[in-house]
């Protein structure tokens, strides 16, 4: 009898997703990390206004982030903690979907023009992919698809920091309008472009958050790996701590300026505080020194941590049940 040896166990075909499908699964994972750390990035979003050049009333309202927490927490209950949580859910849809969706495209994208380049200048064999991460590469693709999805969710950050800087305006949580209410009354009273605003910081910001978190994040899980670790929650794990720790020093200078950019009204056609970027990067150095750029540090890591971690952990975990159930 001859056996069909074709027909023997073969090794599982890693399932091909279109970017698309990659967009839903890495947003969906975002946007359930968002539910668990909005309320320390209301907090962040407070603190790093406070004390700004040119408000009426710039006395430090909160001391520091537990303050602050205890003081939002009293004085608006959980709606001012989870405040603007609706567009932040969307951004968090429209940024992280584009990044970790279209991550590994574009760093294919990059491989290959490198590998075409090297093999174009007699740089090396660029014959088959390489054992290791190109760092280089990895910061580049992480970079560009932060970049792209600070652009296309920039309306819903806009629309979140107004929302979540709202106790200036009122003192009673609820009293505050609906998301879609904010947005229509920004469009209505400073244009199309108050939800686009601070959009060059935040690509800059998410250009450099993209670079720095991905790649990190790519290289750990490598060296995991090869430590021994299974490809598992454990590896996930200590990878996206890692990533986490580099991510809040390299953002939250940005971090800074995109939110005081977004929360800026225009009146009579002029913005308020800030004519550009730039102008918000002199004000904020002249007036208050290097610290004012790193306002809010506390609460970034305190959610950029748990964020990033449940961010990968609930992504590695979606790829896996979606290849499993063929999708």
């Avoid at 996206?240 to 300026?257: C, E, K, R, T």
């Avoid at 150095?285 to 971690?309: C, D, N, Q, S």
Wanted: glycine share 10%; net charge positive; aromatic share 12%.
């Amino acid at each position: 009898m001859v056996v069909d040896n074709t027909k023997l166990v073969r090794p599982p075909v890693p399932v091909q997703r279109s970017p698309f499908k990659e967009f839903f699964l890495g947003g969906s994972a975002t946007m359930m990390a968002c539910l668990f750390t909005h309320p320390i990035e209301t907090i962040k979003t407070r603190m790093q206004i406070q004390g700004e050049v040119g408000k009426l009333n710039p006395q430090v309202v909160y001391r520091n982030a537990f303050h602050a927490f205890y003081r939002v927490a009293r004085d608006e209950g959980i709606r001012g903690l989870q405040g603007g949580l609706p567009p932040a859910l969307l951004f968090q849809l429209a940024l992280n979907g584009t990044r970790l969706g279209f991550y590994s495209y574009i760093k294919s994208f990059y491989t290959n023009a490198w590998d075409s380049v090297r093999l174009r200048f007699g740089l090396g064999s660029a014959g088959g992919p390489s054992s290791s991460p190109n760092a280089f590469i990895n910061l580049a693709a992480g970079a560009t698809s932060g970049m792209c999805g600070a652009f296309l969710g920039s309306p819903f950050f806009s629309v979140k920091v107004r929302q979540q800087t709202m106790f200036c305006q009122t003192a009673q949580a609820s009293q505050r309008p609906s998301s879609w209410a904010v947005a229509k009354e920004m469009v209505r009273g400073e244009g199309f472009s108050s939800l686009y605003r601070g959009v060059p910081a935040a690509m800059l910001r998410m250009g450099m958050g993209g670079a720095v978190q991905l790649a990190t994040y790519d290289q750990s899980k490598h060296w995991a790996l090869q430590a021994g670790f299974r490809d598992g929650v454990s590896a996930h794990l200590a990878s996206s701590m890692i990533a986490g720790l580099f991510v809040v020093v390299a953002m939250n200078p940005m971090d800074v300026v995109t939110t005081r950019l977004y929360n800026q009204k225009v009146v009579s056609g002029q913005p308020r505080l800030y004519n550009s970027m730039l102008d918000c990067v002199v004000k904020t150095a002249r007036h208050e020194g290097i610290k004012g750029f790193y306002k809010g540090l506390l609460p970034h890591y305190l959610r950029v941590g748990p964020h990033t971690t449940l961010t990968f952990l609930f992504w590695e975990q979606a790829k896996r049940l979606a290849s499993q159930a063929g999708f």
